[in-house]
């Protein structure tokens, strides 16, 4: 039976019929979590001859879910709990206490129980589909469908191990179920042999869009290794390269080259843990590191020249081509001069558009002015300001089309206008009207933390797999 309830974020009317927690809203395409008591209980068909791939309609849910719980362990191991326990509470509903003890647990490998659906449910119903064989003028036909249907379950059942068990290392529940399954395998295959369907991998884009001009790195503490670095700046002045690690203040500098040649290992005045969260560069040869909360200017020699943005709570930082900084933290953009004097303040940057908090991961400025901030949370996407501060618009949501956001990263603007966004599934290309272009590293393990684009226009970048990476990028 359908049921209505408005959408929270435009108001809409919103029809719902089936048992996922989560659907999207047609008119505004928000990501909206369905209430407990609306959710239909799951169905499955006891027969054999009755299996369909929709019998398994929660199965997809749960696979969904535990994707995206995926995400969730990885960014709360890369440090950043609050947007985990964001996207947790997201995924479940659950509320802020029971979440940040459900990432806890993921980010120091302890199992946890996926709401709704646990390794009992999945057996129970692969249980369901293998029936006796009925003695019947039908009983080949239903023979055939019983097959048809335990190989369609056999192979969800193995995606859904590929994805749970690097979350949940300790899913014992898994392995009993494969044991239950594997005879009922061989019996059944032995008799009608079937080949699995098989999925070309999405295509990319040709070859001549982007190419790899640079590659150097690997994990470790010497020169030219890194341990968790997720920012990147390129001095417009030198050609040099910049890359921070997240923790102990460690900045190392190489050339355009990427050969080693010297550090940084840099502490605030306050002498807090240094949190280094971004970096700049500018075309009088100051460097700027966004660390625990403030901004930091050095000279390429790494000596302190100044101290701007007198915050605790700082999130994002960018910088024009006219020299003035811009920063963001707590729902407030500021704008500074090069000599850090107050230009100009805009609170509620985001709340204003949504009534909703923002969670960032990333600020850009393209050569006219346009300032580009990158919204996670409840519903990704890339909101666009003019100069002044002004909404203009927004494009992306959550999601994994292309042109959807999974959990993204990064921001930068390149000399055409072009957006481009480090996410789960690559770096995302976009022109400065949000269409989507193509993916770049796609290829490359991990996932691009940090990017800028260098005085060349090509494409620098940090992988959380301890890879630093420059890409040519078509004109």
Excluded at 93 to 122: C, H, M, N, W
Excluded at 445 to 471: C, H, K, W
Aim: hydrophobic content about 40%; overall charge negative.
């Amino acid at each position: 039976m359908s049921q209505s309830f408005n959408c929270p974020n435009c108001g809409a009317p919103l029809d719902y019929q089936g048992s996922d927690p989560i659907i999207r809203c047609p008119y505004c395409s928000s990501s909206v979590i369905v209430p407990e008591n609306l959710r239909a209980k799951p169905a499955f068909s006891q027969k054999p001859d009755n299996f369909t791939l929709s019998g398994f309609g929660d199965m997809g849910s749960l696979i969904n879910q535990a994707r995206r719980m995926k995400e969730v362990k990885d960014l709360a191991e890369s440090g950043e709990m609050d947007k985990a326990v964001a996207l947790y509470r997201q995924i479940t509903g659950q509320d802020e206490y029971a979440a940040r003890q459900a990432v806890g647990k993921l980010s120091s490998g302890q199992p946890i129980t996926l709401t709704g659906f646990t390794a009992q449910d999945v057996a129970a119903q692969v249980r369901a589909v293998r029936q006796p064989q009925v003695q019947s003028s039908q009983a080949d036909t239903r023979r055939l469908g019983c097959i048809i249907g335990l190989a369609v379950t056999i192979f969800v059942i193995g995606i859904l191990a590929a994805v749970l068990i690097p979350v949940i290392g300790s899913f014992v529940g898994m392995a009993a179920l494969v044991n239950q399954v594997q005879p009922a395998v061989a019996t059944e295959i032995s008799i009608l042999p079937m080949e699995l369907p098989t999925f070309e991998p999405e295509s990319s884009p040709t070859p001549s869009f982007a190419a790899i001009d640079l590659q150097f790195g690997s994990e470790g503490t010497g020169a030219g290794k890194f341990k968790d670095a997720r920012s990147v700046a390129v001095s417009p002045q030198t050609g040099n390269i910049f890359i921070a690690e997240y923790q102990g203040g460690r900045v190392q500098v190489f050339d355009s080259s990427g050969k080693f040649i010297t550090q940084w290992l840099l502490e605030p005045p306050d002498k807090r843990d240094p949190i280094i969260f971004h970096l700049a560069t500018d075309w009088s040869g100051k460097v700027y590191v966004l660390m625990s909360g403030k901004v930091y200017v050095f000279n390429e020699a790494g000596e302190l020249q100044n101290t701007i943005a007198q915050d605790d709570y700082l999130e994002e930082m960018a910088l024009a081509l006219d020299g003035n900084l811009y920063v963001y933290g707590s729902d407030t953009l500021t704008v500074f001069s090069p000599q850090g004097e107050l230009v100009a303040q805009i609170d509620n940057l985001v709340y204003d558009v949504t009534g909703d908090p923002a969670i960032t991961s990333g600020m850009a400025l393209d050569g006219v002015g346009n300032l580009y901030l990158l919204v996670t949370g409840s519903d990704s996407a890339l909101f666009r300001f003019d100069s002044s501060g002004k909404y203009v618009n927004r494009f992306g949501s959550d999601g994994d089309e292309p042109g959807q956001f999974r959990a993204p990263h990064s921001l930068t603007v390149d000399g055409q206008g072009r957006i481009f966004v480090g996410d789960f599934k690559g770096i995302q290309v976009f022109e400065n009207d949000g269409r989507y272009i193509g993916l770049v590293g796609d290829d490359i393990p991990g996932v691009a933390f940090g990017l800028t684009i260098d005085p060349d226009g090509r494409l620098m970048t940090i992988y959380n797999s301890n890879q630093a990476v420059r890409f040519i990028i078509k004109e």
